[in-house]
C-alpha cells in the first residue's frame, strides 16, 4: 500500500508564492507518474501539472508560466513550485501517483490566494 502526504499549503497574497512538498512512500517510487491536481469548491477536481518517470512534464493552461512540477527520484519527493498565485488559484491541491492500473492520492493540502 502506498501513501502520499502534501505539505506547504496556506494563505498568500496574489502575486506571491508557495512551494507544495509531497512524500511518497511507495516501493520504486521512480517508476510512478507523479502529478498534482486541485479542486475548487463547487467544481470537479482538475490536473494542475504532472511529470513522467524520466521526467517529462506537462501543465494545465492556466499555469503555464507560473507553476513548476519536478521530483527527487532519491528522496521520493514531487514538488510543485508556484510563483505569481491568483486568486482563482485557491483550491485544496493533491498530490497523485499512477503506474500501470495502480493510483494513489494524498489527502490534500488547503491554497489559499486572498489579501
Known amino acids: 500500500q502506498a501513501q502520499l502526504v502534501e505539505s506547504g499549503g496556506g494563505l498568500v497574497q496574489p502575486g506571491g508564492s508557495l512551494r507544495l512538498s509531497c512524500a511518497a512512500s511507495?516501493?520504486?517510487?521512480?517508476?510512478?507518474?507523479m502529478g498534482w491536481y486541485r479542486q475548487a469548491p463547487g467544481k470537479q477536481r482538475e490536473l494542475v501539472a504532472d511529470?513522467?518517470?524520466?521526467?517529462?512534464?506537462n501543465y494545465a493552461e492556466p499555469v503555464k508560466g507560473r507553476f513548476t512540477i519536478s521530483r527527487d527520484n532519491v528522496k521520493s519527493l514531487v514538488y510543485l513550485q508556484m510563483n505569481s498565485l491568483k486568486p482563482e488559484d485557491t483550491a485544496v491541491y493533491y498530490c497523485?501517483?499512477?503506474?500501470?492500473?495502480?493510483?494513489?492520492w494524498g489527502q490534500g493540502t488547503q491554497v489559499t490566494v486572498s489579501s
Open positions: 497523485n501517483a499512477q503506474r500501470g492500473d495502480y493510483q494513489y
Open positions: 511507495v516501493t520504486f517510487f521512480s517508476t510512478y507518474g
Open positions: 511529470i513522467t518517470r524520466d521526467a517529462t512534464t
